[in-house]
Structure formats: structure tokens, C-alpha cells
């Protein structure tokens, strides 16, 4: 039996999509593939591999010292990534971004959980044969579809609108994920129902704070703001929604898309390049504010359409199952183990 150590503070702070993928992670190892790998967090004991979901200083040092094994790392965001997430002042932005490739570089394999992370990690000096490409995934014993009279219940348990045509939109608050234009959406559409399940995890530190806590603090009466949403408690809010929003202007592979995908939502994004190399055709596309405002105006009312993009999500939902990535994580770690 491998012996594997994640090295993780992914689940320290709430509302981040790298700690879902983590707790998805370490969810399907436990239930789907405990024979196979004796799993340990944060330990200092000899192992075959050690697995490394952030970039913890002291993650980094412990890369010194010895039978860590075959060190792989988990890239869910590059230095441009962080761009219009954190505010971080110069000279300590150059610092930390230069930290962060130098992490990377510090492992024998690297994960990306997006293709597109693959050529810019070359171009930072990380030879191509050292990194994999693994998708996130989620549960779809936790995140699962309902039906209309369920999702009428579910809307009267938690206030909302019982008939209302619902917009969800979920994750961390901050400019990059589109909130200006989420806020904008809801305000030039009154007659829909808006929720933003999601708050502030890094405080003051986001970007944008002072302008998306004023509207948080006294939004437009059509938009709901619940705050951070336990993960066993964000189904209800997908299987409430008709359609799922999500305006980022930047993205890795968000774990909200799979989410509302495995709940059968029928979802609608901006239609960011890294889409198309792994969910081009499974979502509604639309460029800018005005497509998203334009497809607001006819879906709400178009069964068709919506019935549709319902199909799509839950087809997409089978190619990024729980079934499908055990097996993927399996034959990787197995390999990994070879080569160290």
C-alpha cells in the first residue's frame, strides 16, 4: 500500500474554491480508494509521496528535508491569476509571485487543474513532461439534482421568491469574479431573483472591497447576499436556482461550474478562453455585460433553451464524476511512485 502525505491548509479559510477541490480530493480517497493508499495530513513521517494543495512557507521548507518521497505539487493558480483577487503592495507582490514559481519548481511533478496553466508554467522554466493535467470534480453524493417541488421547498425554507425565476451565483467576493457586473445584472433586471452565495475570506485584503461591501451591506431589493454557505448546506442554493451565473473575468476551473453542472443547472458564463479547452459546448456562452443581459432577457421564458443547457450540465456532470477521477488519481499516484 502507497504512502502518501498531503501537506494542505486549503480548508483553512472558508468560501475558496481550492479547499472544496481539496476536501473533494481527499473525500474520494477515503471512500473509493482507501485500499490502495494509506493517506496522512500534515505529517513528518516517511512516505512514498507527498502531495502539496498550498504553498505554505513551511510546506516549502519541509521540501528540504528527507523521505518526503516524490514531491507533487497542485497548481490551482499562477502569479496572473491572483490579479484583481488580492491586493498585495509592491515590493511584496514581486516578492510572493517569484515564491510562488519558486514552489513549483521545487516539486518533481506538478498537477494542473487546467490545461491552459501548462505552456505559461514552460515559459516560468518548468519542463512540460513534469506536469499533468487532472481536472477538479465534485460528489454527486453531495451535490445533486431535485425536483420542482423540491426546489419550490427548498425556496420557502430559506425565503426566497417561490415561483420567482432565480440567478445563482457563487464564490469568494471580489472584483475578478464579475460582481460589478452581477450587481448591474439584477439591478437592469428587477422582475428575476438574484443570490450570491459567497463573502469577503480575505477580508479586507480583496479587491474591491469598499465598493462590493457597500452593495453587500444595502443590495437592490431583488438580490440576495446569505454570506459564506457551509459546502453541506450549497446544493439547496443550486437546486433552488433555474440558472446558474458566473460573470469571472478570470478563472481556473472553478469547483462552482461542476457544482452547478452535477445539480443539473442549466449555467451561463463569460465565455473566458480557458473554457474551451475543457467545458467548450457544456454551458451558455456570452462574451460581455450586454450578452449576459440579453440572455437574461429570453431565457427565463425560453423552456427549450434551458432544458437543453439542463442536459448539458448533468452530461458534463459525468465526465468530471467521482468514478471517473478515482481512476485518473489512481494510475497517476501508482505512476508517481514508480518514478520516485
Known sequence: MLKINMFSAADSVKGQGVGSAYLELMNLLRTRLSDEFDVSVNKYRRVDLTHYHTINFSYYLSTFLPHRGRKVGYVHFLPETLEGSVKIPQPFRAIFYKYVIAFYKRMDHIVVVNPTFIPKLVVAGIPEKKVTYIPNFVSRDEFYP???????????????????????????IQERKGLFDFIKLARNNPDLQFIWAGGFSFGRMTDGYAALKKVVDDPPANLSFPGIVDRDKLVDYYDMADLFLLPSFNELFPMSVLEAFSTGTPVLLRDLDLYQAIIAGDYQPAKDYDEMNAQLQTLPTDEVALEHWRQKSLAAANRYSEEHLAEIWLKFYQQQAKEG
Open 146 to 172: 431535485v425536483d420542482g417541488q423540491q426546489k419550490v421547498a427548498l425556496r420557502q425554507q430559506y425565503g426566497y421568491d417561490d415561483h420567482r425565476f432565480t440567478i445563482l451565483g457563487t464564490g469568494q
